[in-house]
């Protein structure tokens, strides 16, 4: 889901740090990796160009310390749902589908940090797509979790379907018309369920 809120950072990260992230954090967001430049975001951070290369050492850097501050917001949000829905993974699964819906209404919603991102770094071997990576690999074993306490009849199989259908809300949300796709989106990850319910 990936959306432009601000940097949350750990208590051992200086204040320079943090707010260098967080400037990087909504112009990335907002106006994609390879338009915003290292000189750019000095300036909306307000800090000198050695300060800025001594936090970072590359931009390259900075982009996978946004995608990893990204991803970390967004698996504390799941992973306290699943907390608050112990023994309960529909609710979870409904709770995925209504966040879709949320974030795509939300004015400045551009669809999901690593989908964006993913499409600006073709390169796999790169250290931003090894982020990705990592961050898809979680999101879809969460969801294999999740069904297998449903109960199907290929769980790994419906955690990448359920992955295509959450990456699909993603830029329907962005590029489509985001009305009615938290329904959209419960109707169809029903419909997965249904064709592999063991009863």
């Given at each position: 889901?990936?959306?432009?809120?601000?940097?949350?950072?750990?208590?051992?990260?200086?204040?320079?740090?943090?707010?260098?992230?967080?400037?990087?954090?909504?112009?990335?967001?907002?106006?994609?990796?390879?338009?915003?430049?290292?000189?750019?975001?000095?300036?909306?951070?307000?800090?000198?160009?050695?300060?800025?290369?001594?936090?970072?050492?590359?931009?390259?850097?900075?982009?996978?310390?946004?995608?990893?501050?990204?991803?970390?917001?967004?698996?504390?949000?799941?992973?306290?749902?699943?907390?608050?829905?112990?023994?309960?993974?529909?609710?979870?699964?409904?709770?995925?589908?209504?966040?879709?819906?949320?974030?795509?209404?939300?004015?400045?919603?551009?669809?999901?940090?690593?989908?964006?991102?993913?499409?600006?770094?073709?390169?796999?071997?790169?250290?931003?797509?090894?982020?990705?990576?990592?961050?898809?690999?979680?999101?879809?074993?969460?969801?294999?979790?999740?069904?297998?306490?449903?109960?199907?009849?290929?769980?790994?199989?419906?955690?990448?379907?359920?992955?295509?259908?959450?990456?699909?809300?993603?830029?329907?949300?962005?590029?489509?018309?985001?009305?009615?796709?938290?329904?959209?989106?419960?109707?169809?990850?029903?419909?997965?369920?249904?064709?592999?319910?063991?009863s």
């Amino acid at each position: 889901m990936s959306t432009p809120t601000a940097a949350t950072a750990p208590d051992r990260v200086s204040p320079v740090r943090a707010r260098i992230l967080d400037a990087a954090t909504e112009l990335f967001y907002a106006e994609g990796v390879r338009a915003v430049s290292a000189d750019r975001i000095i300036a909306v951070a307000e800090v000198s160009k050695v300060t800025f290369y001594r936090h970072f050492r590359t931009k390259d850097d900075l982009v996978v310390a946004y995608l990893e501050a990204t991803g970390a917001r967004e698996r504390e949000l799941i992973d306290s749902a699943r907390a608050q829905n112990a023994g309960d993974a529909v609710a979870t699964l409904m709770f995925l589908a209504t966040l879709a819906g949320d974030l795509a209404c939300r004015p400045g919603f551009r669809g999901c940090s690593f989908i964006n991102a993913s499409a600006e770094y073709p390169d796999a071997a790169h250290p931003v797509r090894a982020v990705i990576a990592a961050h898809r690999a979680w999101y879809t074993e969460t969801f294999r979790q999740l069904v297998l306490e449903v109960g199907v009849d290929d769980p790994a199989g419906v955690a990448d379907e359920l992955m295509m259908l959450r990456d699909g809300a993603m830029i329907a949300g962005y590029v489509g018309s985001p009305d009615s796709l938290t329904m959209r989106v419960a109707n169809a990850g029903r419909a997965i369920l249904r064709a592999h319910r063991l009863s």
